[in-house]
């Protein structure tokens, strides 16, 4: 009986409840149908072009790189592949409207004068097999095709090609670039990441980095991290601390996980001012301008007051140390540049 009041007293307040005083417009569901579709294609296209954009920042560098990341290369074809597989569910008639996307790999950009560019190939090209290796259709198309670039024993392939009813064959050179696939994430934050397999930029960062020196700061900081090792740094110095805690825990003492925290941590500041260091030397490599690449800085300060000031605490050195380490970092390379010295960072002994 108890219940039952409540419920009542419930449904009575629920009743109550005070509704909008106006009139409001009743849509055309026909209409909203239409616009959901306007809007996915504008959704659609507007990732279409960040990916464009930061796979064009990313070629030069990723080869430019290579020096630092010679135990992990891949050949680099100079586009972008695609099937409808690579899309949400939701999206996929979109795609296949907007691009053509259906189940088979097919090419949706091509580097201006790459390789493929020079070849002759063309968007919507049917890959079909590459070394003689054949393409299967559906997910893992595309994870075929770079595995079968990453285990290439010569920078020379073999590619064949579906392009409307008629089969083509490329033989095409291709050069070398570090292993490190580029992705766009869908997050707004401004953050970018890398986990030593991979660099990530989400589409916050893409809008802040509006120029392309400061897409190229950004994507190169991000391969140094990988190129430098600096994942698998972290991730050892993590455990040499959670042994601790082990070891702590087995003497009867709860740490709370604190010394693996503080291994994870360790360096982490260090390894930051390296990527910026490192980095810098990959874009001065793929012959990108430098000069002035440290306001990327000041406009983050803008953004991000709390940043500006040192904070032994932070995982990330303060912008104002990393607007001066890299103006002077520049400057070592312009000496090394009039000097006709290889562009390569100065290594401890």
């Not at 954009?53 to 560098?61: I, K, N, Q, S, V």
């Not at 579906?162 to 934050?189: F, H, M, Q, W």
């Not at 960062?205 to 392309?212: D, K, L, P, Y």
Request: hydrophobic share 40%.
């Amino acid at each position: 009986m108890k219940h039952i009041s409540l419920i009542l007293i419930a449904v009575l307040l629920l009743s109550g409840c005070l509704a909008p005083k106006t009139r409001t417009i009743k849509v055309d569901e026909k209409h909203v149908e239409e616009e959901r579709k306007r809007q996915q294609e504008l959704a659609l296209n507007s990732q279409q072009q960040m990916m464009i954009r930061l796979f064009g920042t990313a070629y030069p560098l990723r080869q430019a790189a290579s020096a630092f990341c010679e135990d992990n290369q891949t050949l680099m074809p100079g586009f972008m592949t695609g099937s409808e597989f690579y899309y949400q569910e939701a999206f996929r008639d979109t795609a296949k409207k907007l691009f053509g996307m259906d189940e088979h790999l097919r090419i949706t950009h091509i580097i201006e004068n790459s390789p493929a560019a020079d070849a002759g190939l063309q968007l919507k090209d049917r890959i079909t097999a590459v070394n003689g290796q054949m393409l299967p259709e559906g997910k893992n198309a595309r994870e075929k095709f770079h595995g079968i670039l990453q285990q290439a024993k010569h920078t020379q392939i073999n590619i064949k090609l579906e392009r409307r009813d008629e089969t083509i064959e490329k033989v095409i050179s291709l050069p070398k670039g570090c292993n490190y696939a580029v992705a766009l994430s869908s997050s707004d934050a401004v953050n970018a990441y890398a986990d030593g397999s991979k660099v990530v930029i989400t589409r916050g960062m893409m809008r802040f980095a509006q120029s392309e020196q400061e897409l190229a700061l950004v994507v190169s900081h991000e391969i140094a991290h990988n190129a430098m090792s600096h994942i698998t740094a972290k991730t050892l110095n993590s455990l040499g601390g959670t042994l601790l805690d082990i070891a702590a825990a087995v003497a009867g003492v709860n740490t709370q996980g604190i010394f693996g925290t503080i291994g994870a941590r360790a360096y982490s500041q260090a390894f930051e001012n390296e990527a910026d260091y490192v980095g810098l030397y990959i874009m001065a490599r793929a012959g990108m301008q430098t000069d002035g690449a440290a306001m990327f800085w000041r406009k983050m300060a803008v953004e991000h007051p709390g940043s500006i000031n040192s904070n032994h605490a932070s995982t990330h050195p303060a912008t104002a140390e990393r607007f001066i380490a890299i103006e002077e970092t520049i400057d070592q390379i312009e000496a090394k540049k009039l000097g006709s010295q290889t562009l390569l960072p100065d290594m401890k002994k």
